[in-house]
């Protein structure tokens, strides 16, 4: 199967447009962190215009060979005038050194925040080669065709932007709207069920990027495009405006709202090794459920897997972490939960943490880097507790849960900085 597909010809997908990407059927695990069951492509497309080529995107670099056969089976390199790049990662700008040596006169269409990109893949060639950085809504006229930049930031770098041909009414969208799937029948109406990997995709690249999705969805809808044609997976060409739903969808809420309007979600997570951690951690949500407008809730996850609390953290104003310091370290569900937050957006939310120790007590101030290193704001420092805690201490507790919710109730008091503790 896999010669097959890489003998297949390049696909005309409309007039004077064609599909000169690569398939790579073997491929299980995507930049180290996306499975994929059957493979994925990395699409790139031609158009033709009275006065020239554009070449949208180009392929991962292992299959340059793949890319060049089609590319050459439909133009010539002499023909190429322009050279579009969406988006600069590898897995599309990996050919782009040998296309620009074999098609020097084409001249480059970057967005302006992917000029550092485009340094850093051409090196020091890119002095001989001329290059324009577009500004949202810029157009490229190649001679009765129209190629409009549409840029996306955040879609799912910062870079990124998607290109349309306005009279036919194709975009080609990059990442967006892509799923790793590979099938040589190309098109969304021929292939196999791809759902599956079209959400997959979606909650693994643009699920941190929502509010970005939906900025985007904004800007690409009005296009009303007949065919969209992503850089991984199926080209969309039936009902292709329900991707666009699908998109918006997909950037709401995943749970049905029990919290109401204006309460604040705070979720409190913890282990516990002798039962202090767990004292603790009732403590701290008796404290926070004192709070008037603040949902408090609390998880031992010795009693659940970690993935499930994704949509629910995704969704709440605050966490606090509770750890115990073992082999000092917090615990690995602790760490789990942490490390499932790359999928989600977690800028601005009030974190926090503390936890029983017996010696050295690193648990909670890893955790607090942690939730730093997630754009979280760490207002209060941990609290930690040698052993089991007294009620003094409890207390104390009680007063931390309370004053974390009071700040996301918007009620926190002045504090009193102790110069001491700086
Ligand atoms: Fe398919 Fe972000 O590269």
Same mark, same amino acid.
């Given at each position: 199967?896999?010669?097959?597909?890489?003998?297949?010809?390049?696909?005309? !997908?409309?007039?004077?447009?064609?599909?000169?990407?690569?398939?790579?059927?073997?491929? /299980?695990?995507?930049?180290?962190?996306?499975?994929?069951?059957?493979?994925?492509?990395?699409?790139?497309?031609?158009?033709?215009?009275? *006065?020239?080529?554009?070449? !949208?995107?180009?392929?991962?670099? *292992?299959?340059?060979?793949?890319?060049?056969?089609?590319?050459?089976?439909?133009?010539?390199?002499?023909?190429?005038?322009?050279?579009?790049?969406?988006?600069?990662?590898?897995?599309?700008?990996?050919?782009?050194?040998?296309?620009?040596?074999?098609?020097?006169?084409?001249?480059?269409?970057? @967005?302006?925040?992917?000029?550092?990109?485009?340094?850093?893949?051409?090196?020091?060639?890119?002095?001989?080669? &001329?290059?324009?950085?577009?500004?949202?809504?810029?157009?490229?006229?190649?001679?009765? /065709?129209?190629? /409009?930049?549409?840029?996306?930031?955040?879609?799912?770098?910062?870079?990124?932007?998607?290109?349309? +041909?306005?009279?036919?009414?194709?975009?080609?969208?990059?990442?967006?709207?892509?799923?790793?799937?590979?099938?040589?029948?190309?098109?969304? =109406?021929?292939?196999?069920?791809?759902?599956? @990997?079209?959400?997959?995709?979606?909650?693994?690249?643009?699920?941190?990027?929502?509010?970005?999705?939906?900025?985007?969805?904004?800007?690409? *809808?009005?296009?009303?495009?007949?065919?969209?044609?992503?850089?991984?997976?199926? !080209?969309?060409?039936?009902?292709?405006?329900?991707?666009? /739903?699908?998109?918006?969808?997909?950037?709401?809420?995943?749970?049905?709202?029990?919290? #109401?309007?204006?309460?604040?979600?705070?979720?409190?997570?913890?282990? $516990?090794?002798?039962?202090?951690?767990?004292?603790?951690? &009732?403590?701290?949500?008796?404290?926070?459920?004192?709070?008037?407008?603040?949902?408090? $809730?609390?998880?031992?996850?010795?009693?659940?897997?970690?993935?499930?609390?994704?949509?629910?953290?995704?969704?709440?104003?605050?966490?606090?972490?509770?750890?115990?310091? !073992?082999?000092?370290?917090?615990?690995?569900?602790?760490?789990?939960?942490?490390?499932? +937050?790359? #999928?989600?957006?977690?800028?601005?939310?009030?974190?926090? #943490?503390?936890?029983?120790?017996?010696?050295?007590?690193?648990? %909670?101030?890893?955790?607090?880097? &942690?939730?730093?290193?997630?754009?979280?704001? %760490?207002?209060?420092?941990?609290?930690?507790?040698?052993?089991?805690?007294?009620?003094?201490?409890?207390?104390?507790?009680? =007063?931390?849960?309370? @004053?974390?919710?009071?700040? +996301?109730?918007?009620?926190?008091?002045?504090?009193?900085? =102790?110069?001491?503790?700086?």
């Amino acid at each position: 199967m896999t010669a097959q597909l890489a003998s297949k010809p390049a696909e005309e !997908i409309a007039l004077g447009v064609h599909w000169i990407g690569a398939f790579d059927p073997d491929l /299980r695990t995507f930049d180290l962190i996306l499975k994929t069951a059957n493979g994925t492509t990395y699409n790139a497309y031609l158009v033709e215009g009275a *006065e020239g080529v554009a070449v !949208i995107d180009t392929v991962k670099e *292992e299959f340059s060979n793949q890319f060049f056969a089609r590319l050459e089976a439909v133009t010539s390199y002499d023909r190429i005038r322009a050279v579009v790049l969406n988006h600069l990662e590898l897995d599309h700008a990996g050919a782009l050194p040998e296309l620009m040596r074999r098609a020097p006169q084409a001249h480059i269409y970057v @967005s302006q925040r992917g000029l550092k990109l485009l340094q850093a893949t051409l090196k020091d060639a890119l002095e001989s080669y &001329r290059y324009t950085l577009t500004d949202d809504g810029d157009q490229l006229d190649l001679g009765g /065709r129209t190629l /409009r930049f549409v840029h996306t930031p955040y879609l799912h770098w910062p870079e990124t932007k998607c290109t349309f +041909l306005v009279e036919e009414r194709i975009l080609f969208s990059c990442d967006v709207f892509g799923a790793h799937f590979c099938d040589g029948r190309f098109y969304n =109406d021929l292939v196999g069920d791809f759902r599956f @990997s079209f959400e997959y995709y979606f909650k693994h690249i643009m699920r941190p990027f929502k509010k970005w999705v939906l900025s985007a969805m904004d800007k690409l *809808e009005p296009l009303a495009p007949l065919m969209i044609a992503p850089s991984h997976g199926p !080209i969309l060409r039936h009902r292709p405006m329900d991707y666009i /739903r699908s998109y918006r969808l997909l950037s709401g809420s995943h749970l049905p709202n029990e919290v #109401a309007g204006k309460e604040k979600s705070l979720l409190i997570f913890y282990m $516990s090794a002798y039962g202090a951690t767990a004292d603790m951690a &009732r403590s701290v949500y008796e404290g926070a459920s004192a709070v008037e407008g603040v949902r408090v $809730s609390l998880y031992d996850l010795q009693g659940g897997e970690v993935d499930p609390f994704v949509d629910l953290i995704e969704e709440a104003d605050g966490l606090i972490f509770g750890s115990p310091t !073992i082999n000092g370290d917090a615990v690995k569900p602790i760490w789990d939960l942490l490390a499932s +937050l790359v #999928a989600i957006e977690t800028r601005g939310k009030v974190g926090a #943490a503390f936890g029983s120790y017996g010696w050295s007590g690193e648990a %909670v101030p890893m955790i607090e880097d &942690r939730l730093r290193g997630l754009k979280m704001r %760490v207002p209060e420092k941990g609290k930690r507790i040698k052993f089991h805690p007294t009620e003094q201490e409890l207390d104390d507790c009680r =007063d931390y849960g309370q @004053s974390i919710a009071e700040l +996301l109730a918007g009620k926190a008091k002045p504090k009193v900085i =102790d110069f001491a503790s700086l």
